[in-house]
């Protein structure tokens, strides 16, 4: 298959140039540089801009923008008519997470309260979910892994029991639990 040239005129400068068949209809410009003059002289090729409204989801006012293939399928539709919306909505969204989504943050800056393990630290229940602990902070401790299978299981030491002791106890009296309070540390 042989493709042929043909020839066209340059709407900005009027000299004539050669292009592809294919482009006969599309071919406007004999360069981009001439497309670009054309551009800064108000030349253009591309239909008159078309503004769509819409309603802003945080202040609800009315506001236009350009129309860009916004559809049914797509997520492009703009949602908010100023940076100043958009930021207020996002801080009502932070302020709208749950307890546990704040506690999963701070543990990220958390270290263990017995070793100081840095790496990874989990969230140890004092009183556990099932006897009607919660996420409260005076429940929780942030414990790395091998402390935490220790504490679960009552097989810390002495000296790793003592350091996290008055948290215990307060999260026990808080519940009213005396008869399920381990034996570890009914004697202290």
């Known amino acids: 298959m042989i493709k042929s040239k043909v020839e066209k005129t340059c709407i900005n400068c009027g000299s004539i140039f050669e292009t592809w068949k294919h482009r006969e209809e599309t071919a406007k410009f004999c360069s981009r540089g001439c497309y670009h003059e054309g551009q800064k002289k108000g030349i253009t090729t591309h239909p008159k801009r078309i503004y769509v409204e819409f309603i802003c989801k945080t202040c609800g006012e009315r506001f236009e923008r350009q129309k860009r293939g916004y559809g049914a399928g797509t997520k492009l ?100 639990e005396e008869a399920s309070i381990p034996e570890y540390l009914q004697d202290a």
């Not at 302020?95 to 999963?104: C, L, P, T, V, W």
Request: hydrophobic residues 30%; charged residues 30%; positive net charge.
């Open 77 to 176: 539709v703009p949602q908010y008519c100023s940076v100043k919306c958009y930021n207020e909505m996002r801080g009502t969204y932070y302020r709208a997470q749950s307890h546990k989504a704040k506690r999963e943050r701070e543990i990220k800056f958390s270290i263990c309260e017995i070793c100081g393990y840095k790496r990874f630290v989990e969230i140890s229940h004092i009183v556990p979910n099932k006897d009607g602990g919660s996420y409260e902070k005076y429940n929780i401790l942030f414990l790395c892994p091998n402390h935490h299978r220790l504490f679960d299981r009552n097989l810390l030491t002495e000296q790793e029991t003592g350091k996290i002791m008055s948290r215990t106890k307060l999260a026990y009296e808080i519940f009213n």
